[in-house]
Antibody
Framework: QVQLVESGGGVVQPGRSLRLSCAAS????????MHWVRQTPGEGLEWVAVISYDGTNKYYADSVKGRFTISRDNSKNTLFLQMNSLRAEDTAVYYC????????????????WGQGTMVTVSS | QSVLTQPPSVSGAPGQRVTISCTGS?????????VHWYQQLPGTAPKVLIYGNINRPSGVPDRFSGSKSGTSASLAITGLQAEDEADYYCQSYDSSLSGWVFGGGTKVTVL
């Protein structure tokens, strides 16, 4: 069964750090680019970051550039999001999602999504 | 303010046809980038409904269809059913932002 399971969310004070994980199963993780997408409570979706299948290419939304780092461990089928200097506006449900097309990073759809993990930034 | 513009809500009676528009610009939809549509049921993660403008993943009913023209795209739902009550989002890629962009979402209500 193709599945993505996020973990690592929680409540954190502004300026602190948090690391999210996304465990993949049921498919060849190392063949797909992977994304993080977030959704603020009651609001819409915002793309956060993408990493290529082999980890060599990474791209970020302007809102998180310089603060967040996406990475992956293909030997453990796991995707990560290191979030530093967190702000109140980073409060959201964070989803990991798989590119619908394997190998290359392309402007394609996301076909598999995790259940999400909630991050709350508050003092 | 989302890069792609969707109506906040649409509604229809069971069996009716509803459409959801998604308006972009020359740096995203108008630049030729594909549009994708997602359905999000309450409390769940988004699910891809249409990819590459018109394609349905296996398991998605043919009541759902997508189209694209110029700087806009549309999602049509024919034979509206109670289970279609959900939020729907369009998505594309924006070359000016160098990233993926979403619409603000449209809540579909079945009367």
């Amino acid at each position: 069964q193709v599945q993505l399971v996020e973990s690592g969310g929680g409540v954190v004070q502004p300026g602190r750090s948090l690391r999210l994980s996304c465990a993949a199963s049921g498919f060849t993780f190392s063949s797909y680019a992977m994304h993080w997408v977030r959704q603020t409570p009651g609001e819409g979706l915002e793309w956060v970051a993408v990493i290529s299948y082999d980890g060599t290419n990474k791209y970020y939304a302007d809102s998180v550039k310089g603060r967040f780092t996406i990475s992956r461990d293909n030997s453990k089928n796991t995707l990560f999001l290191q979030m530093n200097s967190l702000r109140a506006e980073d409060t959201a449900v964070y989803y990991c999602a798989r590119d619908i097309v394997p190998v290359a990073i392309r402007p394609a759809a996301f076909d598999i999504w995790g259940q999400g993990t909630m991050v709350t930034v508050s003092s | 303010q989302s890069v792609l513009t969707q109506p906040p809500s649409v509604s229809g009676a069971p069996g009716q046809r509803v459409t959801i528009s998604c308006t972009g610009s020359s740096s995203n939809i108008g630049a030729g980038y594909d549009v994708h549509w997602y359905q999000q049921l309450p409390g769940t993660a988004p699910k891809v409904l249409i990819y590459g403008n018109i394609n349905r993943p296996s398991g998605v009913p043919d009541r759902f269809s997508g189209s694209k023209s110029g700087t806009s795209a549309s999602l049509a739902i024919t034979g509206l059913q109670a289970e279609d009550e959900a939020d729907y989002y369009c998505q594309s890629y924006d070359s000016s932002l160098s990233g993926w962009v979403f619409g603000g979402g449209t809540k579909v209500t079945v009367l």
